[in-house]
């Protein structure tokens, strides 16, 4: 067989890495693998026929160097010590242990865990091989070899410096049969990241070659999809539409995943009794490590409809803002968010910008929706966006990167997922983020992971991520930027953009274009504001009526509070009532929050004077039969 002059050219169908390193075996006698290091691999049918193979690491190295002549690999393992491979019980392993025991001189045996001063003499024997025998020598785990790869101890230095030698001394082997040309019999060094090993050992060493090992593309997991089908008695996907349709659905779903974690997922699939066609739920399982999805329950569709009549009582005066809300929560339910992507399994369930004035409900309709769908409120998690204002407010998030102080914690945000991936997640006032921090919102709102400080990437397919935000209230004064303006703005002044009275068409028209100004032009970030699309849900002023109702139900909450607390039945006169509610609605632009404040102020004070200079003995009616005010004092008259 002669070898293709193409780089790889010789083992096509493997993975791109191994032809990589059998096709520089002639030119290199040192390999650094990093990365997915611990996954299965795709690797041809056996020469004797069959279905393509999925091979850990170790395997597949030893089939790609087998057709080019190689005898054995030596594994060195700090735990295990050393190993041969292929360690069968057949000709094809008798064969590898004896070629060892040649180079080596002498049989390796189970215990044999040598020192790095014995293990220098082992990878001589290897690299410089006194027989014509191929072998490759494979260091496991070598980012545990030294403590510090920048602060070494001194056996580690001299391991590492005569390993640098060895790389510049070793020599190639030629032997006959596929291969007759001189190739090196390699030292793989296998580390989770490069920078394991010290610096010097590969900085301009054109001798050894580092390769990173990548995580699966979307065509290696439809391949291995079509592999594992016949755990499901599909022999021939090709022939079954409905199987192939299925395998790709799996394919796709298990975006971010090992083709390690598909046969685990699998195998998960078949415990449960899981279909082909199910596999999908498999793979949320998998991910979220829960098997009760509040999502497929079949009474959240009742309640998302008892919704449309429940929430208005709770977010009043806000009907254009509730029905759009229920609109994609609906969509939420049915698995139809971002269904025009090619691929939206794993973006969140739903995602809300609330923009409007302060004090309106767009706090409280989140809750609402939160106690909706899962039936409580503890499933609502709020971050206040405004202590993310600097750039390493980040770390409270996604945690500490190594090396740091708190890493061992983890963040704040990806616990709180990881916990319970079923959650309802506020950022409230998301505009006071840094911007560096609003990146991380592109990975979650697009693909729905995360991966947080530790390394562990957690997943928000099945959570709701709502953003509030009161950008648009206010805006840049036309023309400030180039000095005082004859209507007597100063430079950088602010003024009121929109205005109780507005129609919601124009409100929304406002608030919409400066959140897109700010994204755009502010922020330079237009491709966040595109993963909201069209879920911004902009929120009215509250309305006279809506006002009256608001300081209805805030005041039956107080009736109701003093009664809890202190067994008093709270009587309030009509004239009361009336003076209240003009005192208290006089301001609509500070909304419910205002109206609450207020109530606060002239009655919830006043009255907790006068109850507290009154004997209280309970189960009594206590009649607010006046109110006055002097200057800023309120006083109540109670019978």
Known sequence: ???????????????????????????????????????????????????ARLLPLRDLLWEALRSSGFSCVVVYDPVDGLLVHPDTPDEIGEEAAAAAERLLGGRIKPEDKP????????????????????????????????????????????????CEKLSRTARPVVVPGARPKPLYNPILWLVERPGDLPPWLTAGNENIREITIPRPHLGDRQETARLLARAFGVRDVAADPAAAEACDAFAEQADGLTLQSMIEITRLARERNVKLADLPDAVRTYKLGVLDNPWSRGHLRRRVLEGESKVPERVVGQPQAVTKTLDILKRAVLGLSGAQATRSGSRPRGVLF???????????????????????????????????????????????????????????????????????????????????????????????????????????????????????????????????????????????????GMSYGEIETKLKGAISDHFTTVLNRPELLNRFGDNIVVFNFISADAADRIFELQLANICRRVADEHRLALTIKGEVRKT?????????????????????????????????????????EIVVAGIARRGSIVELELQ
């Not at 075996?25 to 020469?47: R, T």
Request: hydrophobic share 40%.
């Open 354 to 500: 609330f923009a409007g004035p302060t004090g309106v409900g767009k706090t409280e309709l989140a809750k609402a929706i939160t106690e909706l769908i899962f039936g409580d409120e503890s499933a609502y998690l709020r971050f206040d966006m405004s202590e993310f204002s600097s750039d390493h407010a980040g770390e409270r998030l996604i945690g500490a990167p190594p090396g740091y102080v708190g890493h061992e914690a983890g963040g704040e945000l990806t616990n709180a997922i990881r916990e319970d991936p079923f959650r309802v997640i506020l950022f409230d006032e998301i505009e006071k983020a840094h911007p560096r921090i609003l990146d991380k919102f592109l990975q979650i709102l697009e693909d729905g992971r995360l991966t947080d400080g530790r390394g562990n990437t957690v997943h928000f397919s099945e959570a709701i991520l709502i953003f509030t935000s009161n950008l648009g209230m206010y805006v840049e004064a036309p023309g400030t930027a180039a000095g005082r303006l004859d209507g007597g703005f100063s430079p950088g002044a602010r003024v009121q953009n929109i205005h109780p």
């Open 115 to 162: 020192s790095l001063e014995a293990l220098t003499r082992q990878l001589a024997a290897v690299a410089r091989p006194a027989d014509k025998i191929r072998a490759a020598f494979v260091i496991d785990s070598a980012s545990r070899i030294a403590r510090s790869p920048t602060d070494l101890e001194p056996a580690e230095r001299d391991f590492f410096r005569y």
């Open 580 to 620: 209240l509610r003009e005192w208290c609605t006089s301001e609509l632009d500070k909304g419910g929050r205002g109206i609450g404040m207020a109530l606060e102020s002239y009655f919830v004070n006043p009255l907790a004077r006068a109850l507290f200079d009154r004997e209280l003995t309970g189960d009594e």
């Open 1 to 51: 067989m002669t070898e293709s002059p193409t780089l790889g050219g010789r083992l096509q169908g493997w993975p791109a890495f191994v032809r990589e390193l059998d096709a520089t075996l002639s030119v290199h006698s040192q390999y650094v693998l990093s990365g997915n290091l611990y996954d299965s691999f795709l690797a041809p049918p056996p020469p004797e026929g069959g279905p």
